[in-house]
C-alpha cells in the first residue's frame, strides 16, 4: 500500500466517524426539537382559550379513520377541510381574511381546543 492509499484510508475512516457523530447529534437534535414541541403545547394547552374561530373551523373539520385494521383517527393533512387550500378554507369558514401569523396560530390550537371540549363534554 502506498503511502497516498494510506492516507486516502486514514481519511476514510476519519469521513465515516464523523458521519457516526454527525447522525447521533442529529438524533439528540431531533429529540430535542420534540420535546420543545411538547412543552411549547403543554403551555399552550394550559392557556388555551376556545373562541367562535376554534368552533367553527372544528365543525368543519373531515375526520377519516387511518387505514383499514389501524384505530387512529385523524384528517387529511393536506385537506383537513375539503379542499386541498387549507389557507383559502380556513377564510372561507371563518368569512373573513386572516394573516399567516394567525393562520398558523389556529392550525397549532385546532387539536388542542377539541380536546379541551371532549374533556369538558359528560355523557
Do not use: W
Request: glycine share 4%; proline share 2%.
Amino acid at each position: 500500500m502506498t503511502d497516498i492509499e494510506k492516507e486516502i484510508q486514514k481519511v476514510e475512516q476519519e469521513v465515516a466517524r464523523n458521519k457516526v457523530e454527525l447522525r447521533e447529534l442529529e438524533m439528540i437534535l431531533y429529540d430535542l426539537k420534540r420535546k420543545l414541541e411538547k412543552e411549547m403545547a403543554f403551555e399552550l394547552n394550559e392557556n388555551l382559550v376556545i373562541t367562535k374561530d376554534h368552533i367553527k373551523l372544528l365543525k368543519r373539520l373531515e375526520f377519516e379513520q387511518s387505514e383499514p385494521g389501524y384505530y387512529a383517527i385523524g384528517t387529511d393533512v393536506k385537506c383537513p377541510f375539503g379542499d386541498s387550500d387549507v389557507r383559502s378554507d380556513v377564510r372561507k369558514i371563518l368569512g373573513r381574511k386572516i394573516s399567516s401569523k394567525e393562520f398558523e396560530k389556529l392550525m397549532k390550537e385546532l387539536p388542542l381546543a377539541l380536546n379541551k371540549l371532549i374533556e369538558k363534554f359528560e355523557v
